[in-house]
């Protein structure tokens, strides 16, 4: 999820200098609704190769392969941008059958996708997941890189979903990896100083294991636990945040494009690279083997607040 949020300011990118531009956007299935809260986007083309590829045996996922590389090749598009940098995603892109630009073997995260490019650019390693992905698609557009801020673009749908108060805060204890989680008793910290402000801790998760941890965490702090929500959903519930602290983690990042002041922790993962960016106050705390601690967290906490 958070390579997709970090290319949407791409979009209008290519729309400044493009006004006529038609783009389309290739995602995985269930970051679908991300792009699609994009008003440059005139078409989403949701892929489930996460799906398929734990089906190869299966006649059904070969046949709805030849069905979305048939829908690829219905449209003559100009270039096919590889934002991503993957195998995965560079095989994907070929079979639109049009050229495939992207990274040059020194830029990419997996070398091997080079071999599919009919076209490649170098972009410094050492600079912000967004800044590259905005400097690939100027180089392969033949526009400068821009200096304006990146814009997301992102225009959120009406909540499905509130919480008991309208002014909340929101809490991500969750992600794909143990190594990314921060201590329970601290979530419960946070919760408890967000309640003594006037917000609501609302609390999300996404998996039913998620669950049981966002209702001990809410339980503890007053706070509200939502059901289930698809991503689409969870962006509206977002965008509404006073305050959004979580970990490394896509909604982290979603929440952080939709303007919300943000707090990203990170355990696992240097912030460098893919620290939390966007519009708002936006603050990066913790690195590889450095969990941040209690105190550090409501430090950055309060001053994001303004306090």
């Given amino acids: 999820m958070g390579d997709v949020v970090h290319a949407l300011p791409v979009v209008n990118d290519i729309h400044a200098h493009y006004s006529g531009a038609v783009i389309d956007w290739l995602v995985e299935a269930p970051f679908a609704a991300i792009p699609q809260m994009h008003p440059g986007v005139r078409r989403v083309l949701p892929l489930s190769w996460r799906k398929w590829r734990g089906q190869l045996l299966s006649g059904d996922t070969w046949r709805a392969m030849r069905e979305m590389r048939a829908t690829l090749r219905s449209e003559a598009y100009d270039v096919v941008l590889d934002l991503q940098g993957l195998l995965k995603s560079a095989v994907w892109a070929r079979q639109a ?6 990274y040059d073997k020194r830029s990419i995260r997996e070398p091997a996708a080079t071999w599919l490019y009919q076209r490649t650019a170098a972009v410094a390693l050492d600079q912000h997941a967004v800044p590259r ?7 392969h557009l033949n526009y400068a890189m821009p200096t304006i801020a990146a814009d997301f673009g992102l225009r959120a749908a009406a909540p499905v979903w509130k919480p008991r108060w309208p002014s909340y805060g929101l809490l991500i204890p969750n992600a794909s990896r143990q190594e990314k989680f921060w201590p329970e008793r601290h979530w419960v910290s946070v919760g408890n100083r ?7 801790p609302v609390v999300s998760w996404g998996r039913p294991e998620e669950q049981t941890l966002a209702e001990r965490i809410a339980a503890s702090c007053e706070g509200d636990v939502p059901p289930f929500l698809k991503v689409g959903e969870m962006a509206s519930v977002l965008a509404g945040a006073q305050q959004v602290v979580g970990l490394d983690t896509g909604f982290t990042h979603l929440a952080a494009a939709l303007g919300r002041p943000t707090l990203g922790i990170y355990c696992d993962h240097e912030p460098g690279l893919a620290g939390i960016t966007g519009p708002g106050r936006v603050a990066s705390i913790g690195g590889k ?11 950055l906490f309060e001053q994001q607040l303004g306090r």
């Fill in 97 to 102: 059958g049009a050229p495939v630009a992207g």
């Fill in 194 to 200: 967000m309640l003594e402000l006037g917000l609501t």
């Fill in 133 to 139: 992905c905005r400097a690939l698609a100027a180089a």
């Fill in 289 to 299: 083997g450095q969990v941040p601690t209690r105190a550090e967290v409501l430090a």
